[in-house]
């Protein structure tokens, strides 16, 4: 079946330490984003690709990294610049057209903790 | 920047009760409009979606939204609800050439039995 694998499903980190999250789809999908939800903000877009090797920052940026290595692969990286990294990680990805009509797909998630 | 509202986060209601959420935004344009269902313990799925054409789009498990251009408004409805639609339902909206997609606050329905 195709999706979206996310992992790990929980993770926990100490403070100043860099942590990745995977995404993995097999969707064949151009375009890859990363969310973070908290609880009553929705969601809110970390960083997005369009097509392998190209990566544009989202509304909260700050404190995170990206590389979009492959196309099936999208992982993300939270540093130890991220002030407040403790949440609720989703990667999604879609068909990537212009009209922006195709609907995300999204992971199971992966919940970040600092010990 | 676009912005998308979502009001009354909680909402509590039983089963056979009609539900409404509300759903606005901001960007004046045109747009593709989506709302997205979280089940607890599942992921985030589609419910819906408008591109263009009937304003009154159909999705899964019996809802329906309206777009109503001048109100910037895609509230989302449900004539009966049941106690398995008790989940959290988000607004999402992509401006036309922008594959970005903004969500709304969300809003977390649980239906009594």
């Known amino acids: 079946d195709g999706g979206i694998t996310q992992s790990p499903k929980y993770l926990f980190r100490k403070e100043g330490q860099n942590v990745t999250l995977s995404c993995e789809q097999n969707?064949?999908?151009?375009?890859m984003y990363w969310y973070r939800q908290d609880p009553g903000q929705g969601l809110r877009l970390i960083y997005y690709?369009?097509?392998?090797?190209?990566?544009q920052k989202g509304d909260i940026a700050e404190g995170y990294s990206v590389s979009r290595e492959k196309k099936e692969s999208f992982p993300l990286t939270v540093t130890s610049a991220q002030k407040n990294p403790t949440a609720f990680y989703l990667c999604?990805?879609?068909?990537?057209?212009?009209?922006?009509?195709?609907?995300?797909?999204f992971g199971d998630g992966t919940r970040l903790s600092i010990l | 920047a676009q912005s998308v509202s979502q009001h009354n986060h909680h909402v509590i209601l039983s089963e056979a009760a009609s539900l409404e959420l509300g759903c606005n935004y901001s960007?004046?344009?045109?747009?593709?409009l989506f709302w997205y269902v979280q089940y607890p313990g599942q992921h985030l799925q589609l419910l819906l979606k408008?591109?263009?054409?009937?304003?009154l789009v159909k999705g899964i498990k019996g809802f329906e939204a309206e777009f109503i251009k001048s109100k910037f408004s895609f509230n989302l409805r449900k004539p009966s609800v049941q106690w398995s639609d008790t989940a959290e339902y988000f607004c999402?909206?992509?401006?036309?050439?922008?594959?970005?997609?903004?969500f709304g606050k969300g809003n977390q329905v649980v239906v009594i039995p």
């Open positions: 999604a990805s879609s068909i990537s057209r212009a009209a922006g009509d195709q609907p995300q797909h």
């Open positions: 969707l064949n999908h151009d375009a």
């Open positions: 690709s369009q097509i392998v090797n190209d990566f």
């Open positions: 960007y004046g344009g045109t747009v593709n």
């Open positions: 408008y591109f263009s054409g009937d304003p």
């Open positions: 999402a909206v992509n401006p036309y050439g922008n594959n970005r997609l903004a």
